[in-house]
């Protein structure tokens, strides 16, 4: 499947690190860096209090600001959460949906994904959907069926414009802040996966378009080798996202040959 039509994704998940003042700081750096290259697109995703600094920083640019989380309510009595709608006024574009640190600390389900997906596109937010096995997973030759019955569960009542303007992010646990890195071979299996999942659920159309990023441990210098697989379409990036210079660094080594 040609995946030079696909514009390259840079997300930086900034987790919960940098407060305003840092926040507003990476973000100009990173903008200063990537000008106004208009051959890939950079997302950053600071924690919710350091929105509003990075919009400000960011307006007008072609840098995006993403949440890292949503509520699947618009309004209610949820304390210590956010809507979607709250993000998108606040300036956001996207928001990342089901990483695994949610799953596995704060107890996300597929279930709730898949309502938080609903949400985001009522916002008019496009959703980062993660998907991911974990080791144990993986060593029971698990991988193909967890991040099927992921993928497909988030999008359950998704509709083609909506899947249209869905990220995914197919991020390994085992890989996540821990220095191993899928090998490109692994990478793009699973990729190669959830493209045809794409193209079962919705059609060739769509799998065609939407952009499939891998997550964990990218680094400056693993990431021309993955961006060489053809359905690697950009990365969703942690700890290498964190001070400008590596992320910059993963924009410059992961443009498309
Ligand atoms: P990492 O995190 O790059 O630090 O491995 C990736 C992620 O959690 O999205």
């Known amino acids: 499947m040609a995946s030079n039509k696909r514009k390259p994704l840079f997300a930086g ?14 973000a100009g750096a990173v903008l200063a860096g990537i000008g106004d290259r208009d051959d ?23 840098v995006s600001v993403a949440g890292q989380n949503c509520h699947w309510e618009s309004s209610g009595a949820f304390t210590g959460e956010v809507t979607a709608e709250m993000l998108k006024a606040a300036g956001c574009s996207h928001v990342i949906l089901g990483h695994s640190e949610r799953r596995q600390f704060f107890g996300e389900t597929d279930e709730t994904v898949k309502w938080r997906f609903a949400a985001a596109h009522r916002a008019g937010l496009s959703p980062i959907v993660c998907v991911g096995e974990t080791l144990a997973e993986r060593e029971a030759r698990r991988t193909l069926d967890v991040i099927e019955r992921q993928l497909l569960f988030a999008l359950s009542a998704a509709n083609r414009e909506q899947a249209l303007r869905t990220v995914i992010a197919y991020e390994p646990v085992w890989a996540i802040g821990t220095g191993k890195v899928a090998t490109p071979g692994q990478a793009q299996e699973a990729h190669a996966f959830l493209r045809k999942l794409l193209a079962n659920r919705f059609d060739e159309a769509v799998a065609a378009q939407v952009r499939i990023l891998y997550g964990g441990s990218v680094k400056p210098d693993n990431i021309a080798e993955l961006m060489a697989q053809p359905d690697i379409d950009g990365a969703l990036i942690g700890g290498a996202s964190l001070k400008p210079e590596s992320f910059l660094g993963i924009v410059q080594n992961g443009r498309r040959a």
């Open 13 to 26: 998940n900034w987790k919960m690190n940098h407060v305003p003042r840092e926040a507003a700081a990476v």
């Open 40 to 62: 890939v697109q950079a997302v950053l995703a600071p924690t919710f209090v350091s929105i509003p600094a990075v919009v400000e920083v960011l307006r007008g640019s072609p």
